[in-house]
């Protein structure tokens, strides 16, 4: 690998994004067993974390306080941990030719880490642009009311100081945020409505992945 993630031609990326609790883990798993099932190699993974040293990164991020690393610092040690990942998992699972489903990626960045401590979105875009430089071929954004959003994401609390410890104004200013995102980047992001039971959110998805794929 150069200094960026080369260029691809096959397999197929496919992230999920949304606010906490928004279903993206369970729908994740659903839509790779549906597609198995039709005989295709699926590598599921997730963000922050998907290679041994993005998982480690993962509990620096997301244990201990959450005041314990400034915006910047914060921003740096994601970025960090999609680029073990990249190298790591997603590159050669591409070019292996299989589809890679990640639970949350770089939107995630430019959401939380670009909105929510003052506008540093920019920042985001200009490290992104220097050490990832991939997206996604599709992101299906599971979007949801917000309240349910976290008292579904509340009542599963483990050990991980997630953002939705900085409550209800977040996650709806992240909904709004992850909706605008969708405007900006309209020919990958596909919009689905959280607010359903899961298997027909199941369907919906199943649906749109497999006819991108055909
Ligand atoms: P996320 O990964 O977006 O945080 P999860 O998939 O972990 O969301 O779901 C959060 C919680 O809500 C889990 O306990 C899950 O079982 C539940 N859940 C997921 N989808 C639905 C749904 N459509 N309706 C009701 N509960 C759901
Ligand atoms: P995740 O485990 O997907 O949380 P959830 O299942 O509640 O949606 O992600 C953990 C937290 O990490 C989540 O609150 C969002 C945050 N996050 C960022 O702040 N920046 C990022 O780039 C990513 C990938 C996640």
Redesign the pocket.
């Not at 949304?18 to 798993?29: C, E, N």
């Not at 959280?194 to 899961?198: A, E, T, W």
């Given at each position: 690998m150069t200094d960026k993630p080369a260029a691809r031609n096959t397999g197929c990326f496919i992230t999920?994004e949304?606010?906490?609790?928004?279903?993206?883990?369970?729908?994740?798993?659903l839509l790779a067993e549906t597609l198995r099932e039709q005989g295709l190699t699926v590598r599921l993974t997730r963000e922050p974390g998907g290679s041994p040293g993005a998982e480690e990164i993962r509990t620096l991020v997301l244990e201990g306080d959450p005041e314990r690393w400034s915006a910047e610092s914060e921003i740096l040690l994601f970025t960090a941990a999609r680029r073990d990942h990249i190298e790591r998992t997603i590159l050669p699972a591409l070019e292996a030719g299989e589809i890679v489903i990640c639970?949350?990626f770089a939107d995630s960045t430019r959401m939380y880490q670009g909105l929510s401590r003052g506008d540093l979105r920019q920042m985001v875009d200009q490290l992104h642009e220097l050490m990832i430089g991939l997206e996604p071929d599709l992101t299906l954004l599971?979007d949801m009311d917000p309240e349910?959003?976290l008292d579904?994401?509340l009542?599963?609390k483990g050990s991980e100081e997630r953002f939705e410890d900085f409550g209800p104004d977040l996650q709806r200013r992240m909904r709004q945020g992850f909706l605008d995102l969708a405007k900006e980047f309209p020919e990958r992001f596909r919009i689905v409505n959280?607010?359903?039971?899961?298997e027909?959110?199941a369907a919906q998805l199943a649906g749109i992945v497999l006819k991108h794929i055909a």
């Open positions: 999920f949304g606010i906490d609790g928004s279903g993206k883990s369970t729908q994740a798993h639970d949350r599971i349910t959003g579904r994401a009542a599963r959280g607010n359903r039971d899961v027909t959110i």
